[in-house]
């Protein structure tokens, strides 16, 4: 079976995976760390900075499938410091509208390149 992959332009990947498959109305989007597609480099500053990046890629993502926002139905975030949890939910909070996508979030030893959040979604079609 083959897949309906999506690339953004505006999204990096550190291996080798697609940014995104659509599996009938799903689109499954790969874990975003705050990655700058410009310089392939992790952006520098806190967990706000690395939030607002990692959201900045996915929504790339979603443009590149056609999608927004209000199409995302579950988010997965990972933090390598649950003390950022709040930090990182003011910057989720103003991502989305209400009603907010499902949303899991889980404390993780490390990320890639030494990143302090990745998030990926799953978005449908409407």
Known sequence: ???????????????????????????????????????????????????????????????????TSDNVEKVNVFLTDMNNFTKMNEVYSKQFSEPYPARTTIGVASLPLGAQIEIEMIARRK
Request: aromatic share 8%.
């Open 1 to 67: 079976m083959s897949r309906k992959a999506f690339r953004a332009a505006g999204a990096a990947t550190v291996g080798p995976y697609s940014h995104a498959i659509e599996s009938g109305d799903l689109i499954f989007l790969s874990g975003q760390t705050p990655i700058d597609s410009q310089t392939g480099k992790l952006v520098e500053g806190d967990i706000v900075e690395q939030t607002k990046q990692c959201f900045k890629n996915l929504f790339n993502v979603l443009e590149a499938a056609g999608l």
